[in-house]
């Protein structure tokens, strides 16, 4: 099933919902030895009444995409249903002609017992890059914080620009650091914006509720890109913005009362993370693209490098969970079939 994220973030805002502010801190991990990139731990979430993707989101400190990859099929609403008992299971709203294969019964609301349970993208392969200041992985949509004196390495989900104006791979530095930052629009972002929303910006927005940057922001170099708060909880972890870094409040205030200025920061484009644990263990994690425009191309060039790794003779068993790119650790095993989220 296909889903719009800007349609849905639409929907949540028409339809009512206002995410329940529970304070989000950094996700902690301690560093693997230097030749392993597993992170985390699989978590399983129990849908109870009044859950929903954003939500969630939010409680786990995970992204909103993150969410609906990890759980194809799945309503990001949750909407529920009782067949029986007092449990309460997530109502999968597929298309009609999906809905048979899902359900297994008559279109009568009674939904099996393992959709009562979503996967929440906890662990994780650290990207191939040096384990130092800040990385942004783009096609995660996850900004990793490395603190080596202390053997800590810091998640969080973050928000980036759209298709066709997301930040291309750079490597800077935090150049400045601001507290209740004013936002001024370039004239290219006020036409973009005139276009798009028919209204006009202000050359100026002062600190406040209407500032889309929130209350922190930490420039990269001395350019004109940023890595800020926001003024609204939704759109994080989703590829919405006009092409700077958002991250929750909470997220970026922790940044900024940690992050020193000239930071190393290091923006990367990684779809396919792989590592050979140990003998007999190798794992990897497939997002999608960062862009449509290639990506044929980046799709067949990031199988092949899979192929590689996994070996020409077993991939093809593995070629359904890289086409289904659900951000969840996949366990390379020698004879039975692939396991997601299930690496030991």
């Not at 731990?41 to 995970?62: C, I, K, M, W």
């Not at 890595?227 to 870094?245: D, L, V």
């Not at 497939?286 to 490098?305: A, D």
């Not at 070996?311 to 593995?318: K, N, S, V």
């Amino acid at each position: 099933m296909v889903v719009k994220p800007l349609l849905i973030l639409t929907l949540l805002c028409s339809a009512g919902f206002s995410a329940v502010h529970t304070a989000v801190v950094a996700k902690s991990y301690s560093l693997p030895p230097s030749n392993q990139r597993l992170i985390g731990e699989p978590t399983q979430h129990q849908v109870v009444s009044g859950d929903y993707f954003q939500r969630l989101a939010e409680q786990y400190n995970v992204g909103f995409l993150a969410l609906i990859a990890a759980n194809p099929g799945v309503d990001p609403f949750l909407t529920y249903q009782k067949p029986s008992g007092n449990e309460v299971y997530a109502s999968l709203k597929v298309q009609a002609k999906e809905l048979d294969k899902a359900v297994n019964s008559e279109v009568d609301g009674n939904i099996k017992t393992e959709h009562s349970r979503i996967h929440i993208p906890t662990q994780l392969l650290l990207p191939f890059v040096e384990r130092k200041g800040v990385v942004i992985n783009l096609p995660e949509l996850r900004l990793y914080y490395f603190q080596p004196e202390q053997n800590k390495v810091h998640v969080f989900p973050v928000g980036i620009g759209r298709k066709g104006l997301a930040m291309l791979n750079l490597t800077s530095y935090i150049g400045e650091k601001r507290k209740a930052p004013i936002w001024r629009p370039s004239e290219e972002m006020k036409a973009r914006y005139l276009a798009e929303k028919g209204a006009v910006l202000a050359d100026e927005i002062p600190p406040g509720p209407t500032n889309p940057f929130g209350k922190y922001a930490l420039r990269l170099a001395t350019s004109e890109y940023l890595i800020h708060g926001t003024n609204q909880r939704f759109g994080i972890g989703t590829r919405a913005g006009y092409g700077c870094i958002r991250m929750y409040d909470d997220d970026i205030k922790w940044l900024y009362d940690n992050v020193a200025l000239n930071t190393p920061v290091k923006i990367i484009d990684q779809p396919v993370k792989m590592s050979y644990e140990k003998p007999g263990l190798k794992l990897f994690e497939v997002h999608q693209p960062l862009t449509s425009s290639n990506s044929t191309k980046q799709l067949e060039s990031g199988w092949q490098t899979l192929t590689k790794f996994i070996g020409a003779g077993q991939a093809d068993r593995y070629r359904s969970d890289y086409d289904a790119a659900t951000g969840l650790v996949v366990r390379v095993e020698k004879v039975t079939s692939a396991t997601t989220q299930v690496a030991e």
